[in-house]
């Protein structure tokens, strides 16, 4: 495993999880939540790295779309698409999408759908956050990855050979202001995934299993802020999945792929006092609460 101070300048050990499987079937990588945003910037780059994508949205018209754009700009590889409502699945869905993916030669998983889509604003005080929105909200962020997970985990694991199963989180797992229900949903996946994990290591499945810590990208939900503006602390979703994919397969368990977030949050929640860190955290997001009774 690369120190974690140098890990940045390790080339990327995606092309592990590339390969032809007994019977000539090219890899497969599935990224859920892929219609826009990182999801899409993720198929891109995977298709430009000779991946086959399987990609997740709610959406069939606009899935196709992202499909006919994706073959266009990476014509050597093939992509195919399934439609799912992850804030309201079924045991239904999650079955059919399983079938769907027990043809192809699946090597990496990426729960990317998440996000903060069922609540009204993107930040708002706890109490003003609806009991449909919380359902939909941990629905979204943590029953639908760890459903799936779930389902796909023993094709992963039957490979015995080097897996990826990797999850957008984010820093919100620590507890931040004005998101505190996302928060509890981010916390609920690094724990998860920190287990599952280490189940894997024990059992020498060959998964592995990371937890990325996605910090503010400029992707669709961020732009109708007009709060939020792309820059060196809030990169394009572009360079954010250029970033996932260069710390993937290091041995990490739990990373910012992004190194001015790394550096960011190490400062933030490495050296200052909780109640310093609440309040800049706070102070930051206050302008784009949404005001109560709204």
Known sequence: MPFPLLHWLYPSALPKYLRTS????????FVTGASDGI????????????FNVLIHGRNASKLTRVQEELCAAHPKVEFRTITADASNFTAQDIE?????????NLTVLINNVGGVAPLSSNFKHFESTTPAEMVALYNLNVLFPLQLTRALLPQLSAQKAPTLIATCGSAAHVGQPYVAAYSGCKGALRAWTRALAAEQMVAKTG???????VGPTYTPQLQKDPNM???????TAEVMANSILARVGQGHRCVAPYFWHAVQDGVLYGLLPERMADGIVAGV???SVEPKGE
């Open 22 to 29: 007994r019977d000539g079937a090219s890899s497969w990588a």
């Open 39 to 50: 999801g899409l910037a993720l198929a891109h780059e995977l298709g430009a790295r000779g």
């Open 96 to 104: 059919r999408v399983a079938a769907v993916v027990a043809d192809l």
């Open 207 to 213: 998964v592995e299993v990371v937890y990325l810590v």
């Open 229 to 235: 503006k792309a820059g060196l602390m809030m990169p």
């Open 285 to 287: 997001l206050k302008k």
